[in-house]
């Protein structure tokens, strides 16, 4: 199934439930509103897109960002860049294993991460979440991305109802890839949100809980919330809502944090993964 519009965009869904890839479209250029616009809504009916087969510069990126929004993290400037790269522009944050002098030049340096959403932890969370691969691994480090509608509209009705109106609260340790990992235990942030989100743009309720982040539901006992967000992971992360995205080099995604959760799977430590990442900033409280 593919949908072209006027300016020949393809559109190719990449499951039943999550992900489109967006073929004939070189973001150097500046694709005209129209196209912009068919994007977005492509985003909103599809929650992940993939853009194959770019060659982008940190200016292409952070503009390609702005198409869907305000970009966020413009005051904290990446401290470290790799050979290659004479500078980083504000905006972008390296997520790479990449290490000099025994340091990690960026962020999530290593290995497998569980589910969860990016920023779910602050007041306003990410919208969007921007990533481009630079250099990739022989095999490993695929992002996972699961549905969060797919799972609501699913989800055991008993289960359901004994979390609906509820709100949980969200950990996060910077740094951290695993529950239980104490990497930057230093530094974390904490908020609660409604276990069920509905999404501005679309008005469809996702599963708002995640496996690496969720503490704990607001105002239930322990043994009854852990049963029910166990219950809940179980059910969201079932292949049938999940695209695997293997990288290549090149591509581009894009994903809808208030809707979708992803994951990591391992991949080599002795070999260099280096991605670049940008967001859009969230423009209300989850409800
Ligand atoms: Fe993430």
């Known amino acids: 199934m593919t949908t072209l519009t006027k300016t020949r965009l393809d559109i190719v869904p990449l499951t039943k439930h999550i992900g489109a890839e967006i073929r004939g479209l070189d973001l150097r250029e500046r694709p005209d509103e129209e196209t912009v616009a068919a994007i977005y809504q492509a985003w909103l009916n599809h929650l992940v897109l993939v853009f194959p087969g770019q060659n982008l510069s940190q200016e292409d990126l952070l503009r390609v960002t702005t198409y869907f929004g305000e970009t ?112 930057g235990v230093e530094a974390f942030n904490e908020f609660v949100h409604p276990v069920f989100r509905t999404h501005e743009d679309t008005g469809r309720k996702a599963v708002y809980v995640n496996r690496l982040m969720t503490v704990k539901v607001i105002d239930m006992d322990e043994a009854e919330s852990n049963q029910l967000l166990n219950a809940v992971y179980d059910h969201a992360e079932k292949p049938e809502f999940v695209y695997t995205h293997a990288w290549r080099k090149g591509d581009l995604l894009l994903w809808d944090n208030r809707c979708s959760s992803h994951a990591r799977t391992d991949f080599p430590s002795t070999e260099r993964r280096l991605m670049l990442r940008t967001t859009v900033k969230g423009t209300v409280r989850p409800s």
């Not at 004994?162 to 996060?172: I, N, S, T, W």
């Open 72 to 183: 966020g993290n413009l005051d904290r400037p990446a401290k470290y860049f790799p050979a290659g790269f004479s500078k980083m522009l504000p905006g972008i944050m390296l997520i790479s294993n990449i290490r000099e002098n025994g340091e990690p030049i960026g962020a999530l340096p290593d290995g497998e991460m569980m589910f969860h959403h990016d920023m779910i932890h602050k007041e306003v969370p990410s919208k969007a979440t921007l990533l481009y691969s630079v250099e990739i691994p022989s095999h490993g480090g695929d992002t996972l991305f699961a549905s969060g509608y797919a799972a609501y509209e699913t989800l055991d009705p008993a289960v359901r109802a004994r979390l609906e109106g509820k709100k949980a609260l969200h950990h996060y340790n910077y740094g951290s890839t695993q529950r239980g990992d104490d990497r």
